[in-house]
């Protein structure tokens, strides 16, 4: 079969839910896509898309190979499904948190794979135990297809040492892999890859690139040469940008100081930095721009707050990057609030002059849903862009390569 007719299975599992994307390779666009959800607990059932049609069912599932028998049999269905035979899956990419330091690209699935994955688990433990549970549930239910692993993290895997590196006692690096990994690889990869294709078309510099993905995870990557050289996220995605619900950076002695105040242990600290913190945290409202920017046009202090050191925070960042690179040829939007959240581009944008910036507003806040928008005025030396991102896409491609 030419490789273009294939169909990839796309896998995202999170600790109790496993999304998918049946991907045609052809077109390049999603045929199916579903969410299996509260695996393991009450009410679990599997919602899926297909072009128009809606597949809805409540069945208890257990576990993710339950979960991933269901998604296969609503892929099949006769009336609402995308495929016949599954036999039409030509192969399965899985979404794979964290490479550690052993992967520097996508890789296909063996046994060995696995059990690299496992000793890295630690590092995430979460979303790592979810991912190899998820691997090894398809391994079983579709034995010999071609699987592929790709991760959130090998993007960065170029990022120089100094870079990536945290000053404590370099033992920690040596026995212990502490150091910056970076996430959101496969969304900095897309879009820096599809920003050049396009930058080249019309003819502009592409060296140096400025990837925002703005979403409710944030962060940010500095991309030269098509190469990641720095991101914002860290050991784990807590650190960087301010987030939905995640702090970013903080004085790491802010820990110990409200543990002692609270009484909360270290967990407990860590998923009020996580969970709590962020724009949710300091609103008080909620951690979707939807209802921050609703609040702030209100008058909501609270929100404002959050909104001017969401934007502060990424700017900052801009900069850092901009001295990182030697310079800027193109800063890109892409996320659920970089795509669509019209006064973040705008306000992250202002006082950008001293970089060769020139912002175009009118263009930002009428750009078009869905598409790669230029928002920058002719004089600009910079190009910003809207790119929307495609994460899934990404594991598709990577999956296709590999088989
Ligand atoms: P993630 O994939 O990290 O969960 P997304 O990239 O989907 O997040 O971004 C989610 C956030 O994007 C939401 O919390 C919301 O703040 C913002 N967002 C998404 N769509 C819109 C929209 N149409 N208008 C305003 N904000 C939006």
Known sequence: MDKKDMKILVLNAGSSSLKYQLIDMATEKAVAKGVCDRIGIDGSLIEQKCGDKELVIKENLATHTDAFKLLLKALVDKDKGAIKSIDEISAVGHRVLHSGEDFKGSVVITDEVI?????????????MNANINCIKSAMKVLPGKPMVAVFDTTFHSTMPKYAYMYAVPYDAYENWQ???YGFHGT?????SGEAIKYLKSIGAPHARIITCHLGNGASLAAVKDGKCID????????????????SGDIDPACVEYIMNKTGMSISETLNYLNKKSGVLGISGISSDFRDLTAAAEQGNERAKLAIDMFVYRVKKYIGAYAAALGGVDCILFTGGIGENVKIVRSRVMEGLEYLGVEFDKEKSDNAPRGQTVE????????????LPTNEELVIARETLALI
């Open 115 to 127: 059990k690299i994955c496992e000793k890295n688990a630690p590092l995430g433990p979460l979303h």
């Open 178 to 180: 502490v150091r910056k």
């Open 187 to 191: 969304s900095h990869k897309f879009v």
């Open 231 to 246: 991101t914002s996220m860290g050991f784990t995605p807590l650190e960087g940008l301010v987030m939905g619900t995640r």
């Open 375 to 386: 928002l920058q005025k002719p004089a600009s030396k910079v190009k910003v862009l809207i």
